[in-house]
């Protein structure tokens, strides 16, 4: 298993073991440690287990949920890749038969991308793992406290939403 101590232990190496820093700067250097090793985590599954790439799980997730389809500036306004990568991810998944793109109405300037039936039936397999590996990943996480993490955590970005300074994201 792999275990990037450096990363892991973001927190302490920044502020050390007094924690001494803010607990504002705290708690973002708690988030951002813990997201990066569940991210890395997934992104080892993903590729041992289904050959498939990060980006590439997070497109077809967005392609999953909208029967018809998406234009390719949609698509990566949803998954904050730029035009660029999204075009590239699209190709790449084209050419593996798990995407195809149609120009709706038969108008060469737009394009959108759809799941082929084989990219419909690897995505649900792999959300169905990606699931389990959430799963595996909280398993010494009582479920009551997940539930009020989400919570607690919604409320840190509700208040993020509110004092920021003209971001695109959401």
Do not use: C
Not at 102 to 110: G, N, S
């Amino acid at each position: 298993m792999e275990n990037d101590a450096a990363s892991a232990d973001l927190e302490l190496i920044l502020h050390g073991p007094a924690g001494a820093a803010k607990p504002e700067t705290r708690l973002w250097l708690r988030m951002l440690s813990t997201t990066k090793l569940i991210t890395t985590e997934i992104r080892r599954r993903l590729r041992t287990e289904y050959g498939a790439t990060l980006p590439q799980f997070d497109l077809m997730a967005q392609l999953y949920r909208e029967k018809n389809g998406l234009r390719l500036g949609e698509l990566s306004r949803r998954t904050m890749v730029t035009n660029g990568n999204v075009t590239g991810l699209v190709e790449r998944l084209e050419s593996d038969g798990l995407v195809k793109r149609v120009t709706p109405d038969r108008d060469r300037r737009v394009t959108v991308a759809q799941l082929t039936p084989a990219g419909a039936k690897l995505f649900a397999a792999m959300a169905v793992a990606h699931e389990a590996w959430l799963r595996d990943l909280m398993a010494d996480v009582d479920r009551a406290m997940v539930a009020d993490l989400w919570s607690d955590i919604g409320k840190v970005k509700t208040s993020v939403r509110n004092h920021l300074s003209g971001s695109e994201f959401e």
